[in-house]
């Protein structure tokens, strides 16, 4: 039995779960207003992850609070139940109730998910957590009378949480002091758009999830990877990464808290309307803890050994070769979504035009893209 602060339980045998089903709890039904409702909540991250500690935590905290107790959660972390990517699948089985969803992992179920890793000008975890926030809100319509959200997540009823802080590129070592240093170096690529843009400027590119990338580094498969620095703790990759280069910025990964559409309407309305507002309350301070992790990471680094270098003071070669293809990288993950008979010139553009509104700055082919 292990407890997330004095509210959240969580089974120490998942297996004693599974066997009893849905049926197990005090009510794992809709319940009337005032029955208890236990759901199962789960993540394949671990307990220190962001959006656990961060997000999911405090959401959890705030639906306890505003049904004085009526909904309470039973906990799963660190893939003891669900592993990522799998926790959308989890939902839908009805092993779990809700759950840490991480969508760009499955590009075959969401394609259109990976639009926030879209290299950008200008951007950081706020202005970018609010974006993703206003995409999976808006009532626009994408194609077929469909908005975003019905377009990807239509199976689910979806709580926008912030997304990472913005990625760059580190290594264990391995420094970028030249266009040679840069060709041929291997790096981890966390979605398709990082592959395309990998292949534009000769780095080769192993995709797998970041639960994977803390061995797989410590063993010298590869040299580095496309990754937040404010998550660096939740792997551990603040012993392995030695050199960072920051100041260009390769997009944003994003998640949310996310039930199946049929469970969430089982619920009763007061709940429902309590998770509502649950989100509202924890969403920026989330998206802020992102940004105060960075800002703990990078001198902890350094004492350690780490360098961070700013991309203007990189080699003027080294700044244009990184600088290629970021535009043409926009282009042709449309193009891609396109070519699968997705409004993927669409989704882009709405993307584009979300991000500014809320301060962010993309290069400029991109902003003159109709």
Known sequence: ?????????????????LLAGCGSGDSQGGGSEGETITLRAATGLSAQHAWWEASMVPWMERVEELTDGQVQFETFTGGELVSVPDE??????????????????????????????LPLNHSDTMIASKAWKNLLESEEELADGQTYTEMQFGDFKV????????????????????VSDIEGTS???????????????????????????YDALSRGTFEGAFYSIADWTGYGFQDLFRYTVTGINFGHFNAFIGMSQSRWDELPENVQEAMTQANEDIFEAGAQEWM??????????????GKFVEFTELNPDVQDHFNTGIEDTWTDYAQLLEDNGLPGNEVVKMWRDLLIEEGGEVPEAVMNLE
């Not at 039995?1 to 779960?17: C, N, Q, Y």
């Not at 991480?102 to 990976?114: G, H, K, S, T, V």
């Open 292 to 305: 105060d992790r960075a800002e703990a990471i990078i001198p902890e680094n350094e004492e350690n050994g």
């Open 88 to 117: 959308g699948d989890a939902l839908q089985s009805g092993t779990v109730d809700v759950a840490l969803v991480l969508p760009i992992y499955q590009p075959d179920q969401f394609p259109m998910a990976e639009v926030t890793m």
């Open 1 to 17: 039995m292990k407890k997330h602060g004095s509210r959240f339980l969580a089974a120490g045998a998942a297996m004693t779960l």
């Open 187 to 213: 790096l981890r690529t966390p979605s398709r758009i990082h592959e395309m843009y990998a292949a534009k400027t000769g780095l080769n590119s192993v995709t797998m999830p970041a639960v994977e990338i």
């Open 159 to 178: 709580f926008p949480i912030s997304t990472t802080q913005e990625y760059s590129i580190s290594t264990t070592g391995h420094e970028f002091n030249s």
